[in-house]
T-cell receptor, first 112, second 116 residues
Framework: ELKVEQNPLFLSMQEGKNYTIYCNYSTTSDRLYWYRQDPGKSLESLFVLLSNGAVKQEGRLMASLDTKARLSTLHITAAVHDLSATYFCAGIYGGATNKLIFGTGTLLAVQP | NAGVMQNPRHLVRRRGQEARLRCSPMKGHSHVYWYRQLPEEGLKFMVYLQKENIIDESGMPKERFSAEFPKEGPSILRIQQVVRGDSAAYFC??????????????FGEGSRLTVL
């Protein structure tokens, strides 16, 4: 069964700094998703990565996928306080059911 | 186009009572997923349903939990004889799953169950 691991679990960073969140998964996953969750809120879809080598960018966030290494990264450039949230990656398990398996999440706290 | 609608948003139950959580998928979506999130944890898959069918319930506890998605009306997640360990946020998600759909799930705001 697919297992998804994220690191770090907690990340405290200062505004203006860069950092990367890593997402490793255990078996083949054709697609990789990144979601953002604010406290007490639902999950907001950030990126859907569909193929090996896919790179997507939105504002200060950039996500990439390496299916051979079973690794996805979420890179944060020049962090701002508004990016403080929990970020989850998720892989697909069982193609017919499209079931998402989530990582444990990375709590990002951007200090002003 | 309204998103995924869940209600109630907050529900308090005493041990032994029943909890019913409702989910209306996005317009045009016929695939519904339920996930549970314990405090400070990730989301755990519970069940996947299509209209009138349970497709995958591998994440559902063997007892007390059931789910349905009738031909008409919302999907229902039902928890009988709740215990304190059932306290969690329950998220519903829907997807389109047609043609070149990316399989992306769209999540509702969640229902937060507290068992006293």
């Amino acid at each position: 069964e697919l297992k998804v691991e994220q690191n770090p679990l907690f990340l405290s960073m200062q505004e203006g700094k860069n950092y990367t969140i890593y997402c490793n998964y255990s078996t083949t996953s054709d697609r990789l998703y990144w979601y953002r969750q604010d406290p007490g809120k639902s999950l907001e879809s950030l990126f859907v990565l569909l193929s090996n080598g896919a790179v997507k960018q939105e504002g200060r966030l950039m996500a990439s996928l390496d299916t051979k290494a079973r690794l996805s990264t979420l890179h944060i450039t020049a962090a701002v306080h508004d990016l403080s949230a929990t970020y989850f990656c998720a892989g697909i398990y069982g193609g017919a059911t499209n079931k998402l398996i989530f990582g444990t999440g990375t709590l990002l706290a951007v200090q002003p | 186009n309204a998103g995924v609608m869940q209600n109630p948003r907050h529900l308090v139950r005493r041990r032994g009572q029943e909890a019913r959580l409702r989910c209306s998928p996005m317009k045009g979506h016929s695939h519904v997923y339920w996930y549970r999130q314990l405090p400070e944890e990730g989301l755990k898959f519970m069940v996947y349903l299509q209209k009138e069918n349970i497709i995958d319930e591998s994440g559902m506890p063997k007892e007390r939990f059931s789910a349905e998605f009738p031909k008409e009306g919302p999907s229902i997640l039902r928890i009988q004889q709740v215990v304190r360990g059932d306290s969690a946020a329950y998220f519903c998600a829907s997807s389109l799953r047609q043609g070149r759909d990316t399989g992306e799930l769209f999540f509702g705001e969640g229902s937060r169950l507290t068992v006293l």
